[in-house]
């Protein structure tokens, strides 16, 4: 005879067992109706799932974040069994829900093609019609692999090896069809609905290792009504039209080559633009306390083997070894060279906080299949900094490193970020004790900033807890940018220590923080941010002088020379094409203002202004135009 307990504290009584659908009915008819899957005491199960004992239960539908997630895991299921119909011998892996979708690895002689990706979709809402029972079993796990193995599941049968002997396994039927899964999922294929959509076909490693044999990946999305995947199939159009990529090359600003891969070759624009931000985060810095040093790239590898990142992060690190028969390795971060920079010298409470910070070159390993434009690179620069601080000091510390943060997003067009606070992983250095300090000082300073926040658990760094601050762009989406992580573990390995107040020798906290986190990826999302059209005063190319003529030459690198003096950024176009040639050459790379030179401007000693994505023409006194954009340039970038 259990008793449910709803979510708003109100018990439901029942003189049987019940299944998660009963108590939707028992509330109402239309709540049964959306049901898609509950949770019983905090775990997620099937709507046919008998309750026997006592519980609180929640109850979701599509509108909920785990009803949408369950179609999603469901429609990845209905994607294999599609496949499997329409191409026989094809070998279902590993499908799960991703963000905004889900994907399935097959493995498969033949590619997929785009035309077989619309025939899937039509096998797939074939199946949504045909309305197919979803039910449960749980299975001897011997069973499972002979029955995977004599299907010629191999893959299958390789994954069930991997769980131990004594587990009992989870196999789901969508009529005949079945896979291994833990669930949940919906009681019928037909409750998925048809508003779903496959999108692409990549390769992927079995397991997500290079070593093993390369999948076909189908990638797809599914959402809860045809409005909501018209709304994302209408973002994803957007963010293509946005990808910094493609708008990189439009604009002259960098590119990649096989010869150096995950590395960039900035052009001249690409490179104002990098340094403007750079200049901008050293204005701000200096403002704000922090003490600018540079570290080197190559360190003996003796050094991270103390700093424990050998042991930890030694897969990702780029290592060589000289005649001598000495290793070392190019610095993935700059935590201990700033260390060594804090060591010199006897350091005192009165010299703490002390605020480092560097724009450091490192080097990460990431396997080739990752890499993306700027967002996934092996060599990068980071707008790296660590505060050296007294335990008593962190909170205020991190409150004043998360107003600089957020202040100089606010700047740079980012107004909605989202904190999410991390705590110890599996794989960490340092006691239990030291992480239950460090996790405690910076919950303490997550809370007085009074911003909304998540937890992310287990996802610290290895040497201690981090906040993330997470950017919403224009189109909305979400970026992981800037970094802010306690650290009670490596100043201890590296030997450093102040002098307190009574004269004992005290190991200071280190906070880490990056607020671009990497200049290379900031740069790609702002690209995207902007669509290229960056506000005028961190464009790297923020005016181009137009001669109409070649007549007017003289007159289009005068005003050029001018606007450079005012500290603006100028180049002149004398590229023997027509003026509407020109004009559409500039607006492609996104110059945010055209100056037109010709008669009526040397006359009047003016310029005729076409800004970006506007046919209006303003003719303007130069000297105006100087002081009025040399303003607004200074005034923006403060």
């Not at 176009?573 to 401007?601: F, M, Q, T, V, W």
Request: aromatic share 10%; proline share 4%; with cysteine.
């Amino acid at each position: 005879m259990p008793i449910i307990t709803l979510p708003d504290g109100n018990s439901l009584n029942f003189s049987n067992d019940v299944t998660g659908l009963n108590v939707a009915e028992k509330i109402s008819k239309s709540l049964a109706k959306q049901a898609m899957v509950i949770s019983v005491n905090g775990e997620l199960k099937d709507l046919d799932y008998l309750i026997k004992k006592d519980c609180s239960i929640k109850i979701f539908t599509s509108k909920n974040p785990e009803g949408l997630e369950t179609i999603r895991h469901d429609t990845a299921h209905i994607l294999a069994m599609a496949v499997q119909e329409l191409f026989p011998g094809t070998q279902v892996t590993i499908g799960p829900v991703i963000e905004n979708g889900f994907y399935y690895d097959f493995a498969r002689k033949e590619p997929f093609t785009e035309d077989d990706l619309l025939k899937i979709e039509n096998k797939m809402k074939e199946i949504v019609d045909r309305d197919e029972i979803t039910k449960r079993e749980v299975w001897e796990r011997n069973k499972a692999i002979s029955h995977f193995k004599n299907k010629g599941e191999v893959y299958k049968a390789e994954l069930i090896e991997t769980i131990p002997e004594s587990e009992d396994v989870s196999i789901y039927f969508h009529g005949d069809w079945h896979d291994l899964c833990r669930g949940p999922h919906l009681s019928s294929t037909g409750k998925i609905g048809k508003y779903f959509k496959l999108t692409k076909v990549s390769g992927a490693y079995w397991r997500g290792d290079s070593n093993n044999e390369m999948l076909q990946r189908i990638y797809g999305t599914s959402w809860a009504s045809q409005k909501d995947l018209d709304e994302y199939l209408k973002r994803i159009e957007e963010a293509e039209k946005r990808d910094h990529r493609k708008l990189g090359k439009e604009m002259d600003l960098f590119h990649f080559r096989e010869e150096s891969p995950g590395s960039v070759f900035w052009h001249e624009k690409g490179w104002a633009l990098f340094q403007k931000l750079i200049n901008y985060m050293r204005s701000r810095q200096d403002a704000a306390g922090y003490k600018e040093v540079n570290t080197p790239e190559v360190l003996d590898r003796l050094l991270w083997e103390k700093s424990g990142h050998w042991e930890k992060y030694g897969e990702n690190m780029y290592t060589s070894e000289t005649p001598d028969e000495k290793v070392f390795a190019i610095k993935p971060m700059n935590c201990p060279g700033h260390i060594q920079v804090f060591n010199q010298g006897l350091k005192s409470y009165r010299d703490l906080p002390l605020r480092i910070t560097e724009f450091g070159k490192v080097h990460r390993y990431e396997p080739s299949g990752a890499l993306h434009g700027l967002l996934r690179v092996r060599a990068f620069t980071q707008d790296d900094a660590h505060i050296f601080c007294s335990e008593d000091q962190i909170t205020s510390e991190c409150l004043e490193v998360t107003n600089l943060i957020l202040d100089i997003y606010k700047d740079l067009g980012f107004e909605n970020v989202i904190l999410k606070y991390a705590d110890r992983p599996d794989v960490r250095v340092g006691d239990d004790e030291v992480w239950d300090k460090a996790e405690a000082s910076l919950l303490e300073a997550v809370k007085a900033s009074k911003l909304e926040y998540s937890i992310n658990k287990g996802e610290g760094a290895f040497y201690g807890p981090k906040i993330e601050f997470v950017l919403r762009d224009a189109i909305g989406r979400d970026w992981q940018c800037g970094t802010l992580q306690v650290d009670l573990n490596l100043p201890g390995r590296l030997d450093a220590s102040y002098v307190d107040k009574d004269g004992t020798k005290k190991v200071p906290v280190m906070l880490h923080r990056a607020l671009f986190g990497s200049l290379e990826r900031f740069i790609g999302i702002l690209i995207e941010n902007y669509a290229g059209k960056f506000p005028f005063w961190i464009s790297p190319l923020q005016t181009v002088v137009i001669p109409i003529s070649e007549e007017f030459d003289d007159y289009a690198i005068k005003v050029s020379k001018k606007i450079k003096e005012a500290g603006m950024s100028s180049s002149v176009d004398l590229k023997k094409h027509n003026l509407n040639y020109k004009i559409r050459d500039n607006s492609l790379a996104k110059i945010p203002l055209l100056l037109i030179c010709g008669k009526k401007e040397v006359d009047s000693n003016s310029v005729t202004i076409r800004r970006l994505d506007s046919n209006k023409q303003e003719n303007m006194d130069l000297n105006l135009f100087l002081k009025t954009f040399s303003a607004l340039n200074k005034a923006s970038s403060n």
